[in-house]
Each structure stands twice: as C-alpha cells, then as structure tokens.
C-alpha cells in the first residue's frame, strides 16, 4: 500500500467505515420507502444486528461468517413478528409501531446485564474492516439493481406510486410488505455487525430514535428514484459534518440547515433520476 | 345463453347507517357488454370496488365463472382474471407508458429470485415478454409511439386509454370500466368506442359504467340501472330507454309524468 494512502486510512479509518456502513443502512432504508412503506425501526434492526454479533463473538466464539449469517436472520425474525401483526397498517401507522419496537429493545440493553446495560458491550474484536463492510455494500447495491429492473421491482414501484392501483393488478401487498420489511431488517442488522466490528464498542444510545431518523435522512436526502440515491444521501450526510468542521459550533446548526434546504428545493432528492424498470428496452429489436 | 362470466346475488353494503348498495342481483353474460347506469350517487363505483374487492360486501355473493370470490383480497381477483380501471384515473404517474403496462403483467409473469438475480433461467426471455405484451397492448390503445414516456405527463384521454391497456395486459376474463369516456371529447369517444368495440368483437366480457347515454347504448348488449343502490331495471338497451321506473330516476317524477302525458 503506497505509504499516502497508509497515512489517510489512518486518518480517516473511522470514517471510511461509518461511510460505508452508512451507505448499508441506507439501502436498508431504501427497500421500506421503494415500496411506499415508512418504518423507523431501522436503528432497533442495526441495534439487533449488532448485539447478536457482539455477544456470539464474545461469548460463544463464532466464526465471524457465521455470525454474519446470524445477525441477518435474527433481525429479519423481528421483523416477521413486527410486520405480521401490523401488515394491514400502512405509512405512518408501521413507522408508529416501529418506533415503539426501538423504544422497547433500547430499554431492554439498558436494564439487562447480559447486554451490558447502559454502557453497552466493549471489547468486541475487530473482525470487519473495509474489505467485508464494502464487500456487502457493492453486493446490496448489484442486487438492488438487478431487483428494480424486474417483475418485483416494478410492483415496488407501482405499490409506492398507488398502492390501491398495484393491488388491482394483482400485486400481493401483505406479501411485499412483509417481505420488505424483512429485508431491510436484515441488511440493516448486517450493518450494525460490521460497524460493533470494526468499532469494538456498541451501546444502546446509538440505536434510539435519533439514529432511525438520520438513516431515513439518508434516504429522502439522496431520492429512491434508484438504490445509489440513498447511498449517496448517506455519504453527504456522513462527510457533512466533518467537512464543517471549521465551523466548530456552528456545524450542527449549517448541517441542519442544508439538510433542510435540499429537502425544500430537491423534494425528489439529489438524484432524482429515475432508474427504468424493464430489463428489456422498450421499441428495442426482437419481436 | 351461456352461463355468465360475473353473477350478483343479493349483494349489499351499510356504511354505518347508509346502505349504499341495497340487495342488487345480476348477471353479465360471457362475451357480453354489460352496463351499469344510474344517476349520481346511485352506487355505480361502490359496486364496481364490491367486484373488484376493494370494499367488503355486508352480505350477499359474488361469483367470477365458477368460483365464488368474496372473500379474496383485490389481487387474487386480479389474478383469477378480474381487471379494472378507475373513474378518476389511477396509472403509474413517474414509470413510463410500457412499465405500466408490464407491471398489469404481475400475477402472470413467473421470475423467482434466483432468475432475477443471476439474469439466467429465463428472465431475459421473460422480460422480453413483458416489454412485447406491453408494446402490444399500447399498439392496441394508440399509445405505441408515446411507450417511453412518463405516463404522468399524458394528457386525459391518453391516460385513460393507458389504464385499459395496463388492465388488458394480463388477458383477463372481465373487463371492468369506470366511466371510460368521461371527460373525453366527442372524437376521442368515438375513437375509444372503436377500441371497446374491437374488444367486444374478440369476445372479452366486460362490465361498464358510464353516464354517457348514447355511449352506454351504442356499445352495451345489456343495460342494469341502480338508482339509490336498487336495481330498479334491466334489459336491452332499448328496453332499458323506455323504462318508466328509468326515466323517472334520471328526470324526476314531475318530468317523467309530463313526458307520459305529451306521449
């Protein structure tokens, strides 16, 4: 490695991982709201992910394949037992439900030893790095692609655009709900795995509502015209506050306010375009 | 006559204390065009979300060919063969003209997760399917040259004609409009009865409401009227026009007497 690149990554090693974790969560995101869903549960599945990992690391010494194996179901179990009983709910109603779920797991760490109480778990080994966090983020995004251009990504689509239209045509609403909200949990719990492994520390106030509110920041800053949108509302919103760094107290204060600006005058985000649905071009050859 | 593709009986539906849709019973014959006309309010789009299963019907059955369809959500209807489109309009506004009509594709398209992920097994055959079945279906309506297009920035009528394309995709068994021609210019009308009646001609059922009377007449084989959610007549077009219980519902009592008189 050229002896520069050594200096940055020593540097910037934390944030060269937040960012891509970061970019994960926000694909996590991005499979609730492509399908017209709102949930702010995605920082209780990180939360999950992340204390699975953490005490089958710790405690029973699992190959860290394996735990990531873990960490994507037993998130993605949550969000069956979750997502069953409030499928019929839709918007703001699953969001309200998911929150709740947050609350409950976050007091649930403070008041159990096992989870290390309010101080969390530490000394967790550092097992992920750049290759497995971007490794995972390259292989979300390949897929996310391939999935919008297909029979599922249009009936996403059509279900964000008019739910009551996409189920007239045949779309199985309960079944892409459910199945959504699966899968977001399961990235997102893969997120918070990789990020207690390569960070060695995890608590619980870093899974709160706070944390479910910048993860849906990410996603409506960068447009869900295409997986990327996300991905990169999650980079600008990563890098923002180290870019304002100068400003010192003020930074919060300008990065509120350029969240707020982009949201006024980009309301379908910094990338709005548009991603096609067909894989097979329409007017194209063939007939 | 063959035994009908739709079958009505006895449906009803309260919304608290108003019942919308008082006990109407009908058939729609397969192949045929049936309408279904009544002033404002009459109940026309609350039977049409009864059939398609949007609203739950208080009592009373409905039957799709053989199989009774009451308790299924609105998209297994859609799969069974159950297709509609909506008064006030309802594609996909951001995808272009031929996503919309492949996404009316859905319950007929098989890709499983593995085809999808991996392009193999398939898949590319079966988009090409779906984009060919969408071209088709727009070459039908007239929208062909416009398939690239988002379908948010069509005008009225072309949107309308969208919707029946997006409905025809999937080659179902009942057709189902909600008020086809509203808002259309006489030649746009003209032009979407052709269309309606090409469909007829290839022998799909279909059940239409409209308030357009020289429309309804022209292009049904049979008429139900529903006046304050009560089947109040039925039969040919013609029978249907000189119906007392008919005029009666459209200009009042007062009117309807006159007209007898005059006659």
């Known amino acids: 490695m050229p002896a520069f690149l050594d200096d940055f990554l020593f ?122 966090i971007y490794g995972c983020l390259a292989v979300g995004l390949i897929v996310f692609v391939f999935v919008a251009r297909s029979r599922v990504g249009r009936a996403m689509e059509a279900m964000r655009e008019d739910e009551l239209a996409a189920g007239a045509i045949g779309v199985n609403l309960p079944r892409y709900k459910l199945g959504g909200l699966v899968v977001s949990a399961a990235i997102a719990g893969l997120a918070g795995a990789l990020d207690a492994h390569v960070s060695s520390f995890i608590s619980p106030a870093a899974y709160g509502f706070d944390a479910a509110v910048t993860i849906l920041s990410f996603a409506l800053l960068g447009g869900i015209g295409s997986p990327f949108g996300p991905v990169l509302g999650a980079i600008i919103l990563t890098l923002l506050p180290e870019a304002l760094r100068p400003l010192q107290d003020f930074r919060l204060v300008v990065n509120g306010l350029i969240i707020v600006l982009a949201v006024l005058f980009m309301p379908r985000g910094l990338l709005a375009w548009r991603m096609g649905r067909l894989a097979a071009r329409p007017g194209g050859a063939s007939r | 006559m063959s035994a009908p593709m739709l079958s009505i009986a006895a449906l009803s539906v309260r919304f608290g204390g108003l019942v919308a849709v008082d006990d109407v019973t009908f058939d729609v014959a397969a192949g045929s065009t049936h309408g279904l006309i009544g002033p404002n309010g009459a109940g026309k789009t609350t039977m049409f979300n009864l059939i398609s299963g949007l609203t739950p019907p208080t009592s009373g059955a409905i039957r799709l060919a053989d199989r009774e369809i009451n308790d299924l959500p609105s998209w297994k209807r859609a799969a069974l063969g159950l297709s509609r489109t909506f ?50 279906q727009l070459e039908f309506v007239g929208l062909a040259a416009k398939a690239r297009q988002r379908a948010g920035d069509l005008p009225y009528g072309d949107q309308r004609r969208l919707e029946i394309a997006r409905a025809l995709a999937n080659q179902p068994r009942l057709l189902m409009l909600d008020e086809p021609a509203a808002g259309m210019n006489p030649s746009e009308k003209l032009e979407l009865l052709g269309l309606l009646e090409r469909l007829k001609g290839r022998g799909l059922t279909m059940l239409v409401v409209e308030h357009d009377m020289k429309f309804v007449m022209r292009l049904c084989d049979r008429i139900s009227v529903i006046n304050f959610g009560r089947k109040i007549a039925e039969g040919a077009p013609a029978e249907v026009r000189a119906n007392a219980d008919v005029i009666e519902a459209y200009l009042g009592a007062k009117v309807a007497r006159g007209l007898e008189k005059g006659a």
């Open chain 1, 11 to 132: 540097t910037y090693e934390s944030l060269v991982h937040s960012l891509g974790v970061n970019g994960l969560l926000a694909l996590s995101m991005y499979v609730v709201l492509a399908m017209g869903q709102l949930s702010l549960g995605q920082a209780a599945f990180m939360g999950i992910g992340a204390y699975t990992s953490a005490l089958l690391t710790l405690n029973v010494g699992a190959p860290f394949p394996l735990v990531l194996v873990a960490v994507m179901i037993t998130p993605a179990l949550g969000a069956l037992i979750i997502g069953a009983p409030t499928l019929r709910l839709s918007g703001v109603y699953l969001a309200l439900a998911t929150i709740g779920v947050g609350e409950m797991l976050r007091l649930l760490y403070i008041n159990t030893p096992l989870f290390g109480g309010a101080l969390g778990l530490s000394g967790i080994p550092r097992l992920a790095g750049i290759i497995w």
């Open chain 2, 87 to 136: 008064q006030n309009i309802r594609v996909f506004p951001e995808m272009t003209l031929a996503e919309n009509v492949a996404t009316g594709l859905h319950p007929s398209l098989v890709q499983g997760f593995p085809a999808i992920l991996t392009r193999l097994g398939g898949f590319a055959a079966s988009e090409r399917r779906a984009r060919d079945i969408a071209m088709e």
